[in-house]
């Protein structure tokens, strides 16, 4: 078979000549929407943290600011206002209405201080105050502050009693949390405020609800018991002391009554001592007559005058239309 030779024919392109001015145009053009790529806004919820190399370079206010294009600068807008939760014990499935939640025991079981078993749900509520540490040192804010969240809670819980936790120490705990939470997590550098703490659901496992609410129960009439006595040592106490204010004042009345009749008799008696003095015959016979008079109210009495001799007729005095004294 002879060999042949084949020659294909490539038909000559020609690109059309540009300018100089053209491609100088063209990259201006570039360059000014990269450099237009780094009109940036923020938000009045935000701040902006501008990174230059990966290095924090700035911190701007809410309003159009402007940083060098990529890859020189960047920039992140953390929303510094926005409340962000995190939940203990439980997690929320469905927002609802109705709600749906998923407990999650591993989390939500504890030994409280009189060394019973408590399930706590708890809601933990932080917002951003450094946005600095709260984007560079700590990698993972949520897992962190949950982490946290529930060493602190056993914590607390450990130095408290189950009744404290289900009734009125739940305030207490509370409070205590926020401010262990907050030593921990500015500790860590987080750049997090926390805001609230809330103890959501405490209850005793499943296991032993009946038997606490016995103790419940028990515990509500003892209370109710204790108000009964109180109300009768409140209703018992006043009224003795007024009874008891009253028999001082009828003593007071009686000493002072007393006292006037004592100070009217000696008047009295100084008065006839002094009778007596100026004409003792006289007041003998008239302090014997009234004498009698009290002695015998109902008796006739006749008065004689015998003689010095004994002798003569004895003149006769008839009381009987005397008017009598007083009855005593």
């Keep these: 078979m002879a060999n042949s030779d084949f020659e294909i024919n490539i038909p000559e ?4 000549q540009l300018s100089r001015n053209t491609v100088l145009g063209g990259l201006a053009i570039l360059a000014l929407i990269w450099l237009a790529t780094g009109i940036y806004k923020v938000e009045a919820d935000e701040l902006g943290v501008v990174l230059r190399f990966g290095k924090l370079s700035s911190i701007t206010e809410p309003g159009l600011n402007y940083h060098l294009p990529y890859p020189i600068e960047t920039v992140d807008t953390p929303k510094v206002t926005e409340v962000k939760r995190v939940e203990i014990g439980f997690r929320t499935i469905y927002a609802g209405p109705p709600a749906r939640y998923e407990q999650i025991p591993a989390e939500s079981l504890m030994l409280t201080g009189d060394e019973n078993i408590v399930d706590i749900n708890l809601i933990v509520q932080f917002k951003i105050k450094d946005p600095e540490d709260y984007l560079f040192r700590v990698r993972d804010i ?5 982490s946290a969240s529930e060493a602190t809670l056993r914590q607390v819980v450990g130095y408290h009693k189950i009744d404290e936790a289900l009734t009125d120490g739940k305030f207490e705990i509370q409070q205590e949390i926020l401010e262990n939470l907050q030593i921990i997590l500015d500790r860590y550098e987080a750049g997090i405020l926390v805001v609230a703490v809330q103890l959501q659901d405490v209850h005793p496992p499943e296991q032993v609800v009946a038997a606490f609410k016995d103790v419940a129960s028990a515990l509500e009439d003892k209370n109710k018991f204790i108000n009964q006595a109180q109300g009768y040592q409140n209703d018992l106490i006043p009224r003795t002391r007024g009874q008891a204010e009253q028999l001082i004042r009828q003593a007071e009345s009686y000493r002072e009554q007393r006292i006037l009749r004592a100070q009217g008799e000696t008047e ?13 015959s006289v007041t ?10 009290k002695i015998l109210p109902r008796v006739k009495k ?13 003149p006769l005095l008839d009381m009987r239309n005397v008017q009598s004294l007083p009855q005593p």
């Design 142 to 146: 949520i897992r962190t502050v949950r």
């Design 268 to 280: 009295r008696f100084l008065n006839v001592l002094a009778q007596y003095e100026r004409a003792p």
């Design 13 to 16: 392109i020609k690109l059309p």
């Design 302 to 314: 006749y008065i004689a005058k015998v003689g010095r001799d004994g002798t003569g007729l004895i």
């Design 284 to 293: 003998e016979k008239r302090l014997y007559l009234e004498t009698m008079e």
